[in-house]
Every structure is written in C-alpha cells, then in structure tokens.
C-alpha cells in the first residue's frame, strides 16, 4: 500500500517496449523452431530437408535475441514481482526466468554444434551464413544433438510452468501480472484500499 492509501498493482510497473519485444519476437520464434520439427514433410509444400534448413536458420536468431534480451536484462531490471507474492512463488518465478534464459541461450548453440557436427550448414535467417563450430563429427553431433533434443522438451516444460503462472495471476489473482508483457495493455490506476 503507498502513503496515499491506495493498493499499488503490479502491473502499475511494466516491461519497457523493448523487453515485450524480446519476449514476443522470441515467443514466435520458439513456436516456429517447434514448428519446423513437428510439421509433417511436406506441409505448405516444404520438404523436410527444407524445415531442417528453416530450424538451422531461425535457431541462430533465437541465440542473437537471447544475448541481447540477457544485456537489456542487465542494465534495465524487470519490475519487482506483487508485494503480496508469497516468497516460493517468486523464487519460483524468478527461477523460471532464469532458467529461460539459461536453456533459449545454450540450446542454439548445442543445435549450432551438432549441425556443424553433421556438416551441415547453419545461418542467420538464411541471410547470414554462419562458421561451423566444430569439424565435421557424426559421432560427437549425434551426442550433442541428444542433449539439445532433451533441452527443447526441458524448454517445454519450463514453458508450461511459465504459461501457468500467467494464467494464475491473469485469472486467479487477476493482480496485473500478466498485463506488463502486453505491449499496448493500458495500466488501469491503483485502487482505493478503502
């Protein structure tokens, strides 16, 4: 409660522009990198070579985001979690987080090694082309190419838990939560606590 005697919502404090950008540019690119391996062959007429070439080339975007969403992270810190919020559940918020970043920062590079492993050829959005990391293995990319498939279920499940969160605070708690990732969601003011 502030000294005027009004409650202060959580959402009364937001990610800045450029946060909900990293967050959603990199939401869409997460959902395409699923995409590009759950599709069946030949959906909208693209090959499974094509998807592999697809996946290759969005995984490196997703690292590059990461990086500089971790450096936005640094120097502009996320607005404090509801005063209300008991102290497990921002430890597990805050782990979430972290562990976001953790996985959507080594799980590029794992994928960049095996394919550079396999020989195969990985870019920035098809636009850039990228160096191998290692030399062509088969043996050392079908090992690092597991841990990367165990890490993108690990993803998942992190995002299930991330997902409920949101759910919890946008239709349990409805304390505003939710509402500081929405680019253009309007903050509605603090209320009376009387």
């Known amino acids: 409660m502030s000294s005027s005697g009004t409650i202060e919502r959580a959402d009364t404090q937001r ?33 499974e070579e094509q998807l592999n070439g697809w996946h290759l080339a ?5 690292l590059l985001l990461m990086v500089l969403r971790l450096a936005w992270r640094f120097t502009h810190p ?3 979690p509801p005063s209300d919020l008991p102290l497990s559940l ?19 590079v794992l994928g960049w090694i095996a394919a550079s492993g396999y020989g ?21 990319a079908e090992s690092v190419g597991n841990v990367h498939g165990v890490l993108a279920w690990a993803l998942l ?13 946008g239709l349990v708690k409805q304390d505003g939560v939710i ?3 929405i680019p ?10 009387t």
């Open 15 to 47: 990610y800045d522009g450029v946060a909900q950008s990293f967050h959603w540019l990199v939401v869409l690119l997460v959902v395409a990198q699923y995409a590009t391996k759950w599709l069946p062959n030949g959906f909208a007429s693209l090959s």
């Open 58 to 62: 969005i995984g490196p975007a997703v």
């Open 78 to 80: 996320a607005p404090p």
């Open 90 to 108: 921002r430890i597990v918020s805050r782990g979430t987080h972290w562990l976001f970043y953790a996985i959507l920062i080594v799980l590029p």
């Open 120 to 140: 195969a050829s990985v870019s920035l959005l098809k636009l850039v082309p990228l160096p191998a990391l290692i030399a062509k293995d088969k043996s050392l």
């Open 157 to 169: 499940a992190v995002i299930a838990l991330h997902v409920s969160g949101a759910l919890y605070h």
């Open 179 to 181: 509402r500081r990732m």
């Open 184 to 193: 253009g969601a309007a903050n509605p003011r603090p209320h009376s606590s």
